[in-house]
């Protein structure tokens, strides 16, 4: 089965960084297009980025520059590289599987949070 496992959220002080890891399982990794979506305390779902089987690349305007969205095929891992962090980057970040329309998905992890402050 399908399976999405997210890790490395934590605390940290603005500016800083932080990379985020989803372990893919149960499906080709290299087939689909996989995305990062965030949401915010009391906010709703914010697409992040996406990564197509490509390895193409697109990013809201909000971390364009900033993030950085990438893959390890041969791991089954998806990755997120998160530079010069916002307090309003703090979220709880999900992977997912891309569906068939755009931002719209069909698996999804179980999220990992991530804190910006001081």
């Known amino acids: 089965q399908v399976q999405l496992v997210e890790s490395g959220g934590g605390l940290v002080q603005p500016g800083g960084s932080l990379r985020v890891s989803c372990a893919a399982s149960?499906?080709?990794?290299?087939?689909?297009?996989m995305s990062w979506v965030r949401q915010a305390p009391g906010k709703g779902l914010e697409w992040v980025s996406t990564?197509?089987?490509?390895?193409?690349?697109y990013y809201a305007d909000s971390v364009k520059g900033r993030f950085t969205i990438s893959k390890d095929n041969a791991k089954n891992t998806l990755y997120l590289q998160m530079n010069s962090l916002k307090p309003e980057d703090t979220a709880l970040y999900y992977c997912?599987?891309?569906?068939?329309?755009?931002?719209?998905?069909?698996?999804w992890g179980q999220g990992t949070q991530v804190t910006v402050s001081s």
């Open positions: 997912a599987r891309d569906w068939v329309a755009r931002h719209t998905y069909d698996y």
């Open positions: 149960g499906f080709i990794f290299s087939s689909y297009s």
């Open positions: 990564i197509n089987s490509g390895s193409s690349t």
